[in-house]
């Protein structure tokens, strides 16, 4: 860590990990109510513990990509963060603002569309929190010293996530077009301009923990975010076929999301060549497992799995049922929550000035809560084809199905308790780190340059 | 090899170029939603229907066109496969329909509501959704084991099959809420079934079969119906729903 304000992002990061937590607990409410304990229905039924779930997971995603880029915008730039106050305003407005809507969900109030449920008075206040965002990180790069693809693209990516988020705001009349617009925050934001974040995130990280020339990190950046746009802007149209559009988007989305998976393959490829290629051993290995992991499970639960239902004739039958479930998981923990863990597991060493990056906790957390990640999936997939052949293409109910499959969420939540168990051991890593502190300024305390060997 | 201005050359050429043709697809789709969806279906009834859809986030638990959560039934088709009588019944109390099952929550929706909400499912099912949800393929090849043992008699009343079948089997086929009806009149007299079915809460209180509003007529070709049965129910039928097997 080089600069003071650069700690504020150690606070983005805390409040990720809280969270985390709670969304993980909302998960085990409605894994429960799928085999039959609903036992919380009449204070949280389903719909209320399934978008704190999802919300809860967006939120602590934002505030990884807030915190990160609160971290990695000063050093890239040189120079500390334009307004300090403002960050810290905007951290506990952000906070403030998304304890109000999971409230609010606990009452049956909401806008009630999914993974848009915060109610619309809420929504404004998101865009004054991200515009405050915006404008901070905005002005300290216009004030930088340096201008870097890196930050511009990390950049690039917040600015557009926060654009696109407006067309979700509209209320229409026709349920159609309602669903239209509310892709363009949904499908636009993780499979666009989210990427952008994470390939600016991971290419930041490529660079100092491999010391692979930046000129060539760069340009493979440009070339997959290149190829993320390419695909992932007219891939929109994988959501609409079967929602009231016209037929053409059969052909336009099928062709184009079909490519999509290029470019988390490309991501994938990339980081594992400029591991290879880098001459530099940094010492906090696991930073590093963190961000190959994330390369690689991005495109096995985006890429392959997105792949798997995004044809029409086959998304004709697994539209809406478990098997989106499935790929939701893999694909939010590979891309989004991998990228956020690697940017933690490297920074936060070197904003407390404790090198804890060698333990076998570590390593553990890594493993149990991937091998747990990769349980749940499996399950899921297995309940959701079965679903698809019995509901979707032999005709019977919806309910005696359900209850055909329900033995598949003991599988699975018990997978999902090995993947708890991993979170929590890398929330425990998180807190002994201690708080970020003056003595860790200057990168060599913590092993930054001593890893370059100056 | 390709130098990095050109690596960003594609990158903002692409951009630009696939965002252009993106917009140009959502101003055409824009012009034939209207059509596609019957926009001018959209009475006030149907729009006040949405909000009570939105207003109780329904898509937290349910999908509609196949978007929202797959912890409750798929939607689109919804009045078309229950048909308006039983969406009523339902909808008043829906965790009586169905006790001991998966639960909805309880909304207590007055009749206006409840008509809103049938008017907006109804003005969905209508939508062009390109053939969504797909007629299931293999139903075809999937064939009842059990033998339609009470399938014997009249032809099921319109009432009998949009409502009564939610819970009872008849031929092996239907709910098991309550008990198969093949064999009913083995059981009760004509004037007994008139009286349950007509009030069955005054008969027996508590028990979870509701009180349908129906006419006498109706009411006469409903137990003219279950007379009729053969009276025996199919021997498979005891876990009551139908096992498939494949040809
Ligand atoms: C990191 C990237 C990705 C994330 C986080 C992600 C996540 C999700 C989520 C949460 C949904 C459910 C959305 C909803 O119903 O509201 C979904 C749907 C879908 N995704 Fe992805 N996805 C990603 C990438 C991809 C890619 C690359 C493809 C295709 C190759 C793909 C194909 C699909 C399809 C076809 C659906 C619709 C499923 C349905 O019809 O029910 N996804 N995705
Ligand atoms: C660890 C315990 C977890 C459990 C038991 C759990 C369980 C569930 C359940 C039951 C659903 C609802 C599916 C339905 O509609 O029926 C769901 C939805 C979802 N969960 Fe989790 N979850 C867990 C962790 C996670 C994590 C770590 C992530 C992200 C990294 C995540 C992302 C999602 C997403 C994106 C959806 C929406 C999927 C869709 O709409 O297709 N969950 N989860
Ligand atoms: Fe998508």
Redesign the pocket.
Known sequence: MKYQSQKIAYWFFAAAMVLFSLQIVYGFIMGFARIGYDVLHDWIPFNTARAVHTNLLVVWLLCGFMGAAYYIIPEEVERDLEWPKLAWLQYFSLLIDGVIAVGCYHFNIWEGR??LEIPRPLDYLVVVNVLMFIANIGVTMWKGKRSTTTSMVLFMGLLFAALLYLPGMVQVRNQTVDSFYRWWV?HLW??GVW?LIMGGMLCYLLIKLTGVDREVVEKWLYLIVGLTFLSGIL?TG??YYYIGTPRYWLIVGGVF??L??LA?LGMAIYALAMAKRGERKHPNRIALTWSLGCAVM?FV???FL??A??LPQV?MY????LV?AM??HL??WG??AMIVLAMIAYALPLMTGRKLWDTPLASWAFWTSNIGMLGMTGALAVAGITQVNLERRMGLDFMLVQKEIQVHFIGMLLAAALFTVGIGMFIVMFFRHGLPNDEALGTDVAGDLVAVGK | MLSKSQAKTFFVGGTVVFSAAFLALTYDSMQQIPALTHDDKITPAVERGKMIWEDNNCMGCHTLF??GAYYAPELTKVVERRGKPWLKLFLKDPQKMFPGERKMVQYGFNEAQIDDVIAFLEWCGNVDLQGFPAKPPLAGKVQNVVSSGGATGKPQPELFRTICVACHAVGGAGGTVGPPLDDVRNRKSRADMMAWIANPQSIKPGTPMPKIDMSEAQLNEIVDFLLSLSGSVPAAVAPAQPQPTFE
């Open positions: 999914k993974f949904v993780v499979e990427e891939g994988h959501h999301s079909a999509e998976p988390f991005s639960g985006a890429g997105g792949m239902h995004t998304n697994t539209h809406g049922t989106t790929h939701g694909a939010f891309a989004y | 196949g978007e």
